[in-house]
């Protein structure tokens, strides 16, 4: 995912004021130390060495499409207004609406977002009683995204992961400690060097029970933390799956093979690369 502005490279002749400027503040905002290379295979920024360390990334597969949106839009400054304003009402009250799809008898449905969607999948999928999971875009103003529209951050989509699961074997409150586990909740749209609202961190509930257990399991999460968590919670809406090669991407061994443990309970280190 494109989802961090490289410097000036030393290869280019010329280069507008404006990138001048955007580049030099860009690199102010590399304030989480994850162990992670930009999904960006132009950037590659100093981290703080005063933050937390969480999971490494590395890139996703480059893709063709040129973001028309501004970096401040990007960092969630404006670019979704200007799009839900300019959206059709009609088209835009089908992705406001519930996430009316059905789980298996029996199980119930979750849903998350965390950063990148790819180790956040993985991470669920090794949790005892998770029955399925889907990753996908959802809260977002257009209906029937796809990747390239989501990583535009025109859309308001965000990158999530929908859980089901057996309440026999699994309490959701199993599920709210993987999600805390999993990412730094304390900054907004962004984990690491994978910037933009997609990557936002969010509780989406399907039931006024969940939402009771999510608003409960943040407030003891920030007794925890030193910063304020920035962490939506909100009804879930429309899911759309994502495109078929985001499905169990880490599980399938990603552009390089190397396929990741689902096994229940692994600890294993869970390494997001493209």
């Known amino acids: 995912m494109l989802t961090t502005l490289a410097s000036a490279s030393t290869t280019t002749t010329?280069?507008?004021?404006?990138?001048?400027?955007?580049?030099g503040s860009s690199s102010s905002l590399s304030t989480s130390s994850l162990l992670s290379f930009s999904k960006s295979p132009f950037a590659?920024?100093?981290?703080?060495?005063?933050?937390p360390q969480f999971?490494?990334?590395?890139?996703?597969?480059?893709?063709?499409?040129?973001?028309?949106?501004?970096?401040?839009?990007k960092l969630g400054f404006g670019g979704a207004k200007?799009?839900?304003t300019s959206m059709d009402s009609a088209s835009s009250a089908i992705p406001q609406g519930p996430d009316d799809d059905i789980p298996a008898p029996g199980q119930h449905f979750a849903q998350?977002?965390?950063?990148?969607?790819?180790?956040?999948?993985?991470a669920f999928q090794r949790v005892p009683g998770v029955t399925k999971t889907e990753v996908g875009y959802s809260q977002g103003y257009l209906d029937n995204p796809t990747y390239n529209n989501v990583c535009s951050g025109?859309?308001?989509?965000?990158?999530?992961?929908?859980?089901q699961y057996d309440p026999k074997e699994c309490n959701y409150e199993n599920l709210l400690d993987a999600f805390w586990a999993r990412h730094d909740p304390t900054t907004l749209n962004r984990q690491g060097n994978d910037v933009g609202t997609q990557y936002r961190s969010g509780?989406?509930?399907?039931?006024?029970?969940?939402?009771?257990?999510?608003?409960e399991s943040k407030?003891?999460?920030?007794?925890?933390?030193?910063?304020?968590?920035?962490?939506?919670?909100?009804?879930?809406k429309k899911f759309y799956r994502a495109e078929e090669y985001h499905q169990q991407y880490l599980a399938k061994g990603g552009r390089f093979g190397f396929r990741q443990s689902t096994e229940k309970g692994c600890n294993d280190p869970i390494r997001c690369y493209g």
């Open 112 to 122: 998350f977002g965390a950063g990148c969607f790819w180790g956040v999948e993985l």
């Open 82 to 84: 200007s799009t839900q």
């Open 44 to 51: 590659r920024s100093s981290l703080s060495k005063t933050q």
């Open 219 to 236: 407030e003891r999460q920030q007794q925890i933390l030193n910063r304020k968590i920035v962490t939506e919670i909100l009804p879930a």
């Open 154 to 163: 025109t859309t308001n989509h965000s990158e999530v992961v929908r859980v």
């Open 55 to 73: 999971f490494p990334h590395t890139p996703k597969p480059l893709s063709m499409y040129t973001s028309p949106m501004s970096w401040l839009g």
């Open 203 to 215: 509780i989406y509930f399907y039931t006024p029970e969940q939402e009771k257990a999510a608003m």
């Open 14 to 23: 010329t280069t507008s004021p404006l990138l001048l400027r955007l580049s």
